[in-house]
């Protein structure tokens, strides 16, 4: 059974650090490109980042870029994502995806975890 | 940067068919996924690749996509089929995966 679980989550001041993880296991987490999607409480789904799978390109939306940063160990089946300087409009939950393709991001999210929550307020 | 509009919400009556939309820019030329999201549960995917059904989905589920409209259809709705849906693409122009702004479909 693949399961996707985050961590990491929780209430971070505006301008502070926060480092996302995702534990990947039922699949062959080293074949598979995988993202990061949040979700603003009521609203959306935006994607945030994506990496494929031996980190060979790394893609992030302009919302994020230059404050976050993915990477993954396929040696610890674990996803991360890196976040700096948090503004009040990142609070969200965050997802970790697997992709259905390892070298591109076209192939759709086949599993998702369940989230964990992301809150910058002062 | 590219863009998927779908309508914010779509109603129908149990056993009808509901249609949701996800226009953008020759979207035909893309490949389009869709995902259901229940309330407080995670996203799942529904369909990929235009109309590709994963395992355990219904085929009450179908998609298409052409020109400048990609289509969820999902026949003989049930209760159960209340969620938010979304289309999403791989803008390979612009580096990213873009989703479209979700719609809500009630079941009447």
């Known amino acids: 059974e693949v399961q996707l679980v985050e961590s990491g989550g929780g209430l971070v001041q505006p301008g502070r650090s926060l480092r996302l993880s995702c534990a990947a296991s039922?699949?062959?987490?080293?074949?598979?490109?995988m993202h990061w999607v949040r979700q603003a409480p009521g609203k959306g789904l935006e994607w945030v980042s994506g990496?494929?799978?031996?980190?060979?390109?790394?893609a992030y939306a302009d919302s994020v870029r230059g404050r976050f940063t993915i990477s993954r160990d396929n040696a610890k089946n674990s996803l991360y994502l890196q976040m700096n300087s948090l503004r009040t409009e990142d609070t969200a939950f965050y997802y970790c995806?697997?992709?259905?393709?390892?070298?591109?991001?076209?192939?759709?999210?086949?599993?998702w975890g369940q989230g964990v929550l992301v809150t910058v307020s002062s | 940067s590219y863009v998927l509009t779908q309508p914010p919400s779509v109603s129908v009556a149990p056993g009808e068919t509901a249609t949701i939309t996800c226009g953008g820019n020759?979207?035909?030329?893309?490949?389009v996924h869709w995902y259901q999201q229940r309330p407080g549960q995670a996203p799942a995917l529904l369909i990929y690749?235009?109309?590709g059904r994963p395992s355990g989905v219904p085929e009450r589920f179908s998609g298409s996509n052409s020109g400048s409209t990609a289509t969820l259809t999902v026949s003989r709705v049930e209760a159960g089929d209340e969620a938010d849906y979304y289309c999403?693409?791989?803008?390979?122009?612009?580096?990213?995966?873009?989703f479209g702004g979700g719609t809500k479909l009630t079941v009447l």
């Open positions: 995806a697997k992709d259905i393709s390892g070298y591109s991001y076209g192939g759709g999210f086949n599993y």
């Open positions: 039922g699949f062959t987490f080293e074949d598979y490109a």
């Open positions: 990496i494929t799978l031996n980190s060979g390109a790394i």
């Open positions: 020759n979207i035909g030329s893309k490949t």
């Open positions: 690749s235009d109309h």
């Open positions: 999403q693409v791989w803008d390979s122009r612009g580096d990213r995966v873009v």
